[in-house]
């Protein structure tokens, strides 16, 4: 009996190690043939999958030195280290270059203008006209940021105050200043029809936003944000402003009427895209990088779109309302929404990418650049 018993058992156990091991390969097959469905929506194929990027030219290469930035100013690329400056057309030939010391070194462009400057430190080169021009400060340069029409505004330190501002025309005229004597500045803007300019400071109650209207030396308005370190401001094209910090967002009209805010809640914040043409966040839910959301934002701070991210990305890029989306082995391209354009495959090292008129790609390692196309 007691064999007969066993016979049984291990007949059952075969039967169903059997039947398990179809319904494994059954299902094997079904996700091989309906894998797109199982995909993320951001991810439309695994990156095994993916074409690689078409290389439209011949790799150039650039100074290096530690702590690379790059910026576009119209279609010629501006890299920023701790060795100086070079700037480079768009078949990547060295227009200029100076070599200088910076500990921070940052950049920022338009279309026909940009600047290189040492965050805390006293250099600034603005480039305008074909030539450099030193606008080296005394005191320490807080920020340095252009708008579409170039002019600057040009935040630091200044003896008996909490900062000044000055701000710059498109001729690098200037054309008007401000002394804070309450808040510490952390940034500044000048509005994309430069008849405003936006000053955001620290105080002990939080973050504040002075607003002026250039043709007068009064402020015009303010707006707060309570209990918060803001570090960036942004215009966006139609003259509305946002305020980011490490717990949420903040957005204003000209005026400095709240019109919403975004709480991060319990994610981190690993990356943003702030300009006229682009609001965009990367929210992670863990340190390591892992549940990560890329979030963007409309001029009233309606959220614009969401997409799930397989990591942390490397870089963020836009261009005329499109963000370009750098990941370790992927590059992909979004509309203004969120909506996945297009992606592509691309070999790991990049360090940064920006992204060109008519969806054209500069991939950047820190020391060689490569014009690409989607395919």
């Not at 008996?160 to 808040?183: F, R, T």
Request: proline letters at 3%.
């Amino acid at each position: 009996m007691v064999s007969d018993k066993r016979t049984k058992q291990n007949s059952t156990r075969r039967i169903l190690a059997v039947i398990l091991t179809l319904l494994v390969l059954i299902l094997a097959v079904i996700v091989f043939l309906y894998k797109d469905r199982f995909a993320p929506s951001s991810l439309s194929k695994s990156s095994e999958y993916l074409a690689d990027m078409v290389s439209s030219n011949e790799p150039f290469t650039y100074e290096t030195g530690s702590q690379q930035m790059f910026a576009l100013m119209g279609s010629s690329l501006a890299v920023a280290s701790s060795t100086g400056l070079q700037l480079l057309d768009k078949d990547g030939n060295t227009v200029s270059r100076e070599v200088f010391s910076m500990t921070n070194p940052t950049v920022c462009g338009s279309n026909n203008t940009c600047a290189f400057y040492d965050v805390g430190g006293y250099s600034l080169r603005i480039y305008k006209d074909g030539e450099f021009k030193n606008m080296d400060r005394d005191s320490a340069i807080t920020s340095v940021s252009v708008n579409s029409s170039g002019y600057y505004a040009v935040a630091g330190e200044d003896p008996g105050y909490k900062g000044s501002v000055k701000v710059y025309n498109s001729a690098l005229e200037p054309v008007y200043e401000w002394y804070s004597g309450s808040g510490y500045i952390i940034d500044a803007a000048v509005s994309p029809d430069s008849t405003m300019l936006a000053v955001l400071c620290v105080e002990s109650s939080g973050s504040i936003v002075h607003i002026f209207k250039m043709d007068s030396e009064d402020e015009y308005a303010s707006a707060s944000v309570p209990d918060e370190l803001a570090f960036k401001l942004s215009f966006e094209a139609g003259g509305n402003f946002c305020t980011i910090s490490e717990k949420s967002m903040h957005f204003f009209s000209s005026n400095g009427k709240e019109l919403s805010s975004y709480d991060f809640g319990d994610h981190y914040l690993a990356d943003y895209e702030l300009n006229e043409n682009c609001w965009a966040v990367v929210l992670s839910k863990y340190v390591s990088g892992s549940d990560v959301t890329l979030l963007s934002f409309e001029s009233s701070g309606k959220q614009g779109g969401s997409s799930s991210l397989s990591s942390e990305p490397v870089a963020l890029a836009s261009q005329g309302g499109k963000l370009l989306v750098l990941g370790s082995s992927d590059i992909a391209l979004y509309s203004r929404d969120l909506r996945l354009q297009k992606q592509n495959h691309v070999v790991p090292g990049f360090v940064s990418a920006v992204l060109l008129p008519r969806d054209s790609v500069l991939l950047l390692s820190s020391h060689y650049g490569e014009k690409c196309e989607f395919s």
